[in-house]
């Protein structure tokens, strides 16, 4: 698997809503393995190989690109005078979400991606815009568009219980790399596997909704933009 391209542009982005970020001990260990990836001198080059550092730095990423996005829908970091002054539920001027914007319990979200951007036919009122009925009798009723195609459509707790469920079926491996929890042989730790479970299981349940959508996409969905077999 490839890893995530850093950008100058992202970097930006962390420096203005991760204030202090530098002094972090996950970017810390994500400039160990980026030097590591290229070739240079590294304390993880006898610790890991190349593909594993791969995937350990896209974990790391992916976990501060969520930390990023939350911090900027909050509002930290920016001072945009326009906030304020607006009563949409977005600012035209920075494009940030208002803090009294209600959000769903139980919002439906796509079932191949997690994406909240989605669509499904409706009989709507031509003058008034009024929706009169929804027409869903089947797959191609519904949209999403981060996938760019048709696909099932599931409310937030269902598709948790799947993910929660990929999650208790992948490999050790994988576990290992999400988790940074170090598996040991069971021939020399009897308890080892016991432990590992525990540790695993008190990571996932520590995650937020978003944060288990983000890696259950990441290990699952692949760059045609549908569901695969798992990476």
């Known amino acids: 698997m490839a890893y995530i391209k850093i950008t100058p542009e992202f970097w930006d982005f962390i420096e203005k809503y991760l204030p202090n970020y530098y002094n972090r001990d996950d970017i810390a260990r994500q400039s160990d393995l980026q030097m590591y990836i290229d070739g240079h001198e590294s304390p993880v080059v006898n610790e890991l190989t190349i593909d594993e550092a791969e995937d350990e730095l896209n974990t790391l990423l ?41 959000k769903l319990q139980n919002p439906w979200r796509c079932a191949e991606c997690g994406s909240l951007s989605i669509q499904l036919r409706a009989w709507v009122d031509a003058n008034t815009d009024k929706v009169h009925s929804k027409d869903v009798s089947e797959e191609e009723d519904f949209w999403c568009d981060y996938c760019g195609q048709h696909s099932r459509q599931l409310q937030e707790e269902e598709l948790i219980k799947e993910i929660d469920e990929w999650w208790e079926g992948i490999d050790d491996e994988t576990k290992e790399i999400v988790t940074d929890a170090k598996y040991c042989s069971s ?23 978003e944060q288990k959508i983000e890696y259950w996409k990441h290990y699952t969905y692949n760059s045609e933009g549908t569901k695969g077999e798992e990476i």
């Open 187 to 209: 021939d020399m730790n009897p308890n080892a596997d016991r432990l590992f479970d525990e540790a695993c299981k008190k990571f996932w349940e520590a995650l937020s909704n």
């Open 62 to 102: 992916l976990n501060i690109f969520q930390e990023a996005i939350d911090a900027y829908s909050k509002g930290f970091g920016s001072d945009c005078p326009e906030c304020s002054i607006h009563t949409s539920d977005f600012c035209p001027s920075c494009g940030r979400k208002r803090a009294n914007e209600v």
